[in-house]
C-alpha cells in the first residue's frame, strides 16, 4: 500500500456537498429509528401497572435478542444487496410495526381489549427490532464508500450524534407526545404540543392518548422513507463523482465478485473483530443499563416529573453522547493516527470509575446519579460510535462493512438483552444490585480494548 493511498484524500467542494447530503437524511432516518425502538420505555412509564417492570424487561429483551441475531441474516443480505435497499426496509418495516403497537395500545387502553401484553408486544416488538437491525448496517456500508479510512474517526463521532439524537427524540419527544396527550395535564405545554393536543382532540376523549407515542414515529419514519427513496446513493460513482479507494481492509478487492463464504470467514477469523464483537457486548450491558433504568429509577423514587434530570434526560444524553462522540472521532484521527482501540480504551477506563461512583451515591442524591450517569453515557455512546460506526468499516472494509457491523452490533444488542432481563429481576428485588451488576462488564470492556490498541486496518496492495 503506497503513502499516497493512505492519506486523507482532498475532495472538492461539490463531493462533500452531495456527500452531506447522502449521510444527513439518512442519518435522520436512523435517528428516526431509534425513536422508534425505544419509545417503549417511554410508554412503559406510561402504562404504569399495565406494563410492570418485569414485563418491560420481558418484552425489551425479546426485542433486543431479535435484533442481535437479525444481523446474522441482514448483515450479509446488506452486503450483498447495498445500504439503500436496507435503510428502505428497516424505516418502512418499522414504520408498521410502531403503527400495530400504537393499535394495541389504543385497544387496550380505549376498548378495554384482554390482549396478553407481554405476549403480543413481544412478538410486534420483535418484529420491529427486526426491521430496526437494517439500520446501523445500512448507515455504516453506504458510507463505507464515501469516506476514506483517515476521515472515518470524524464520522464515528457523527455516528454517535446520530445516536444520540435518536435518543433524544425517543425520550424527550416521546415524553412530550405523552405529556400532551394526557386528559390531566401535570406540566407547561409548549406551543407543539397544544397543537398536537388539539389535533388530536385530548380533550373529548376519556382516557390518555399514549398511543401517540408509537404513531408518530410511524408517521416520521414513513416520510423519511420517501425522502430516501429519491435521494440516497450507495456509492459516489451513483452520485456522478468517481469511486475512490478508501484504504480499508477491501482495498485491491474492488473487482472481485462477492462471496458470502469467502466475507463470513473473512469476518469470522479476524481477532480484532472478534475481540471488538466482546467489548461492544459490554457497551451493550453498560449503555442500556443505565439510559433505561435511571428514567425507571427517578420515577419510582418519587423524583418530580419536572425535575431537571427527569424532564431532559433525553437532551441531557444527546448533549453528552454527542460530545462523546465527536471527541472519541477527532482524538483517534488527530492525535492516535485513526487508531480507534485506545479511545474506547480510555473510555472504558472511566467507566470502571463511574459505576464504582455509582453505588456510593444512589440513594443519596438522584441529581449527583444523574450527572454520573451522563458522563457513563459520553464514554459508552463514545465508545460505540469507534467501534460500531468506525472500526467496522476499516477492518469489514467496504465489501465486508455491513456483515461486520451486524456481528458487533449483534453483540451490543446481546449484551442489551443480557441486562434487560436481569437487571428487570434484579432491580424488582432492589436497586442496590444496579452498580455492583454493571462493574465488571466495565472492567471486561477495559481489559479487551486494552488488547486492540495497535489495532489498524492492513489493506492490499493494489497490483
Not at 392518548?209 to 425522502?227: G, R
Not at 454527542?322 to 484521527?333: K, R, T, V, Y
Not at 492525535?335 to 472504558?348: D, E, H, K, N, T
Not at 462493512?401 to 449483534?410: H, M, N
Amino acid at each position: 500500500m503506497t503513502d499516497a493511498i493512505l492519506e486523507k484524500p482532498q475532495h472538492s467542494r461539490s463531493f462533500r456537498f452531495h456527500r452531506f447530503l447522502n449521510w444527513f437524511p439518512m442519518g435522520l432516518t436512523y435517528a428516526f429509528l431509534y425513536m422508534g425502538r425505544y419509545n417503549l420505555t417511554v410508554s412503559k412509564n406510561a402504562l404504569g401497572d399495565l406494563m410492570p417492570k418485569l414485563d418491560f424487561g420481558i418484552i425489551f429483551g425479546a426485542g433486543v435478542i431479535t435484533y442481535a441475531f437479525s444481523f446474522l441474516i441482514n448483515g450479509p443480505l446488506t452486503d450483498r444487496m447495498g445500504g439503500k435497499k436496507a435503510i428502505l426496509a428497516g424505516a418502512l418495516g418499522s414504520s408498521v410495526m410502531n403503527a400495530l403497537l400504537g393499535l394495541m395500545t389504543y385497544l387496550i387502553l380505549v376498548k378495554g381489549a384482554a390482549i396478553n401484553i407481554i405476549l403480543v408486544f413481544s412478538i410486534i416488538y420483535s418484529i420491529n427490532m427486526y426491521f430496526q437491525s437494517f439500520g446501523a448496517v445500512a448507515i455504516v456500508k453506504v458510507n463505507a464508500s464515501w469516506f476514506h479510512v483517515r476521515e472515518r474517526g470524524v464520522f464515528g463521532g457523527i455516528f454517535g450524534i446520530l445516536i444520540a439524537m435518536g435518543i433524544y427524540f425517543a425520550f424527550d419527544w416521546g415524553t412530550a407526545i405523552v405529556e400532551a396527550t394526557q386528559i390531566k395535564i401535570t406540566s407547561d405545554l409548549n406551543f407543539l404540543q397544544n397543537v398536537l393536543r388539539n389535533l388530536v382532540g385530548v380533550t373529548a376523549g376519556k382516557v390518555d392518548q399514549t398511543w401517540w407515542v408509537f404513531f408518530i414515529p410511524s408517521i416520521l419514519l414513513f416520510a423519511f422513507f420517501m425522502i430516501e427513496l429519491f435521494l440516497l446513493k450507495d456509492r459516489p460513482g451513483l452520485a456522478g463523482f468517481e469511486d475512490f479507494d478508501t484504504a480499508d481492509a477491501s482495498s485491491g478487492e474492488e473487482d472481485e465478485q462477492f462471496s458470502l463464504k469467502k466475507l463470513l470467514i473473512k469476518i469470522l477469523t479476524n481477532k480484532i473483530i472478534i475481540t471488538i464483537a466482546f467489548i461492544e457486548f459490554c457497551t451493550g450491558v453498560l449503555r442500556q443499563g443505565i439510559m433505561h433504568w435511571y428514567l425507571i429509577f427517578t420515577k419510582e423514587t418519587g423524583l418530580s416529573a419536572d425535575h431537571f434530570m427527569r424532564a431532559h434526560w433525553g437532551l441531557i444524553l444527546m448533549i453528552a453522547g454527542s460530545f462523546g462522540s465527536m471527541f472519541a472521532g477527532l482524538i483517534s484521527d488527530k492525535i492516535f493516527g485513526s487508531r480507534r482501540g485506545p479511545v474506547a480504551a480510555l473510555f472504558y477506563g472511566l467507566m470502571i470509575v463511574l459505576t464504582i461512583s455509582m453505588g456510593f451515591v444512589l440513594n443519596l442524591n438522584p441529581f449527583v446519579l444523574g450527572a454520573i450517569v451522563s458522563f457513563m453515557s459520553l464514554a459508552v455512546i463514545g465508545t460505540h460510535g469507534m467501534l460500531s460506526g468506525t472500526a467496522t468499516m476499516d477492518f469489514g472494509g467496504r465489501k465486508g462493512a455491513a456483515t461486520a457491523v451486524g456481528l458487533i452490533d449483534g453483540f451490543v444488542y446481546l449484551g442489551t438483552g443480557f441486562q434487560s432481563i436481569s437487571l428487570a429481576y434484579l432491580l424488582t428485588k432492589s436497586w442496590n444490585y444496579w452498580s455492583p451488576f454493571l462493574i465488571p462488564f466495565a472492567i471486561i470492556g477495559f481489559i479487551l480494548a486494552i488488547r486492540i490498541w495497535h489495532a489498524f486496518p492492513q489493506a492490499k496492495r493494489r497490483k
